[in-house]
């Protein structure tokens, strides 16, 4: 399957992007510290879904590391691949093997957010699910088949 994860044309579309369940796949994982000095990880989500009325349109999600919050990026991972191995989220290395172009499901929330006095509407990443045998099958009759993705020699991190 070839699918650019790494291309800046994304979409930005108008609004947010819509609830519900979306294929992804991750266009970007990095490492670093939340502005309350926790261990986190930042994630971008890039539609890919053939049919999806967002493709091509990018989410963005963090994975705080604490004891209490790392079942988030606990999911995330399984939703990848269950069979993943362990692994340091704190390594950008890890990330990069693991994580980085690999597609799953996401399912998306709406959620009111107030900023200086506005509210706006903020998608929220509410669950994460592996491939279904559907899906895999759109996947490969949009992109080809297999579901390991070609990426540039170049890794962007």
Known sequence: MKIDVTSDSTSTGS????????IVAISQADFGVSKSGNDMVTVRFRVIGPDDGDKDRELRAWY???????????????????????????QQGDLNELVWGKPLVVTVQ????????????????KSHAGLSDAEVTA???AYGSGLVLELIDETPF
């Open 64 to 90: 705080v590391l604490t004891s209490s919050q790392v079942g988030r990026y606990v999911a995330m991972a399984r939703a990848i691949d269950p069979k993943m191995r362990a692994h340091d989220p704190t």
């Open 15 to 22: 609004g947010p992007i819509a609830e519900g369940g979306h």
């Open 139 to 141: 996947l490969a009759g």
């Open 110 to 125: 709406h959620e009111d957010d107030e900023y200086n006095g506005e509210v706006r509407i903020r998608e929220r990443i």
